[in-house]
């Protein structure tokens, strides 16, 4: 069975830093983009960045130049730093990746279970 496991999330307080993990584990063979996405009460779920396996990052306008993404290849994880955080930032934050499963014939979507983060003072 293939899965994403999250970790990191939590409380902080507006202006800090928290710094989310999510490995895949599994029968995969190759995966292609690796990705956070995030859902805030009462609103769809948006990107907040994503890294294909070369390293070439997309990121939400909102959490540039705040947020890095990262992965270990060898590892098949993904990280997400994310600093100065805001109030706005409180969401579900979902990882997500394409991935080639051992014996596939396409790519498949796989998601995290999410975890929350909450900036509060």
């Known amino acids: 069975q293939v899965q994403l496991v999250e970790s990191g999330g939590g409380l902080v307080q507006p202006g800090g830093s928290l710094r989310l993990s999510c490995a895949a584990s599994g029968s995969i063979f190759t995966i292609n983009y690796m990705g956070w996405y995030r859902q805030a009460p009462g609103k769809q779920r948006e990107l907040v960045a994503r890294i294909a396996g070369g390293g070439a990052t997309e990121y939400a306008d909102s959490v540039k130049s705040r947020f890095t993404i990262s992965r270990d290849n060898a590892k098949n994880t993904v990280y997400l730093q994310m600093n100065s955080l805001k109030p706005e930032d409180t969401a579900v934050y979902y990882c997500?990746?394409?991935?080639w499963g051992t014996g596939a014939t396409r790519w498949l979507a796989l998601w995290g279970q999410g975890t929350l983060v909450t900036v509060s003072s």
């Open positions: 997500n990746c394409d991935y």
